[in-house]
């Protein structure tokens, strides 16, 4: 193998780790872990004791649904979050500044208190899309886009 081969080569693989750790900032960059439960719940199945259990029966583990992760919009940015109708729209807000949170189309509103994180959770009943705004500070910080089914 060349010496310009070699070069080539490492240059490829360097561009492919650069994509690799850009992809995967896209991919979670904006959860922070604020500490909010999630929502999986699990589910406790009884163990059988000595006695119960016959030899041929075997114990399924009951399988822990996966959470979505639920988007966290921000100052700063504008996150693009897409639902079909009929779907609980879920997404958390932080806020560095005591604020007003609302969904435009909605008319859905709530407050926010200076480094607080809260969630907010609602059905998808009209179809279009909405932004959703500090209020006092007239900032966008998300796109809704609800969808048909």
Same mark, same amino acid.
């Given at each position: 193998?060349?010496?310009?081969?070699?070069?080539?080569?490492?240059?490829?693989?360097?561009?492919?780790?650069?994509?690799?750790?850009?992809?995967?900032?896209?991919?979670?960059?904006?959860?922070?872990?604020?500490?909010?439960?999630?929502?999986? &719940?699990? *589910?406790? %199945? #009884? $163990? +059988? =004791?000595?006695?119960?259990?016959?030899?041929?029966? &075997?114990? *399924?583990? %009951? #399988? $822990? +649904? =996966?959470?979505?992760?639920?988007?966290?919009?921000?100052?700063?940015?504008? %996150?693009?979050?897409?639902?079909?109708?009929?779907?609980?729209?879920?997404?958390?807000?932080?806020?560095?500044?005591?604020?007003?949170?609302?969904?435009?189309?909605?008319?859905?509103?709530?407050?926010?208190?200076?480094?607080?994180?809260?969630?907010?959770?609602?059905?998808?009943?009209?179809?279009?899309?909405?932004?959703?705004?500090?209020?006092?500070?007239?900032?966008?910080?998300?796109?809704?886009?609800?969808?048909?089914?």
């Amino acid at each position: 193998m060349s010496r310009s081969q070699r070069f080539t080569f490492l240059g490829i693989a360097a561009a492919i780790a650069v994509v690799a750790v850009v992809v995967i900032l896209a991919a979670g960059g904006d959860d922070e872990d604020t500490g909010t439960p999630s929502s999986a &719940t699990q *589910t406790a %199945t #009884p $163990t +059988p =004791t000595q006695d119960e259990a016959s030899p041929q029966e &075997t114990e *399924t583990p %009951t #399988p $822990t +649904p =996966t959470a979505e992760p639920v988007p966290l919009l921000k100052a700063g940015k504008v %996150t693009r979050l897409e639902f079909k109708e009929g779907d609980t729209i879920k997404f958390r807000v932080t806020s560095e500044e005591d604020e007003e949170v609302h969904v435009h189309g909605y008319d859905i509103a709530r407050d926010i208190g200076a480094g607080e994180t809260i969630s907010m959770s609602f059905k998808a009943t009209i179809e279009g899309i909405f932004e959703i705004e500090f209020e006092h500070a007239k900032e966008q910080i998300g796109e809704l886009r609800v969808e048909p089914k």
